[in-house]
């Protein structure tokens, strides 16, 4: 009898264990799951208006003025959407895209997560300055966006693949300017 007890005691405090220790599903709110749907949608139409690279004003649309951007693999950081706008500056970069149709971005996963929306994919071959940019190195990229409770995006992070002379470009800047210097090609004056 005691034996059994003793067992008893032990199989009873195991099985105590594995229920504390097993994650429960969380509760489900629905103003949070529909909140996260509009950030879906909201960061689907963003991507769009990017992929598709025609509408300047409207993708400027989707951000605050206050815009926090930072472009890792450049070192850039920029405290508003006027240095964002100088920055990307769509309407004169010389970029122009295979046919009129094609789309500029392939995505390949978004993941959304609160506020919080992640694309992957890669570029697809474009011209620049009449120069077809389609190499071997991939042209891939994952873009963080985080929204505001008015679905504005407040932060943007960019992690872009650039090609070995963009890369060498930087390191440059690097060694001769420090790593806080803005590049000598973005004007950045009022």
């Not at 605050?64 to 472009?71: A, E």
């Not at 970029?95 to 392939?106: D, I, R, T």
Request: hydrophobic share 40%; glycine share 2%.
């Amino acid at each position: 009898m005691t034996r059994h007890l003793h067992h008893l005691t032990w199989s009873s405090i195991l099985l105590a264990l594995v229920w504390a220790c097993t994650p429960t599903a969380a509760p489900t709110d629905s103003s949070t799951s529909s909140y996260e749907e509009e950030v879906r949608q909201k960061a689907t139409a963003f991507f769009e208006t990017f992929s598709q690279r025609k509408d300047w004003d409207k993708l400027l649309s989707f951000y605050r003025p206050d815009l926090q951007f930072h472009d890792i693999s450049l070192h850039l950081e920029l405290d508003s959407l006027w240095q964002f706008e100088r920055f990307y500056n769509w309407p004169d970069t010389g970029f122009q895209k295979l046919s009129p149709e094609q789309e500029h971005l392939a995505i390949e996963s978004l993941v959304v997560e609160d506020s919080t929306a992640v694309v992957r994919g890669h570029l697809n071959p474009f011209y620049y300055y009449g120069k077809l940019v389609d190499v071997d190195w991939g042209m891939e990229f994952t873009i963080w966006l985080y929204f505001d409770q008015d679905l504005k995006i407040k932060r943007q992070v960019d992690w872009f693949e650039y090609d070995p002379s963009v890369v060498e470009s930087v390191l440059t800047r690097y060694k001769t300017q420090g790593v806080d210097k803005i590049p000598d090609w973005l004007d950045l004056s009022r």
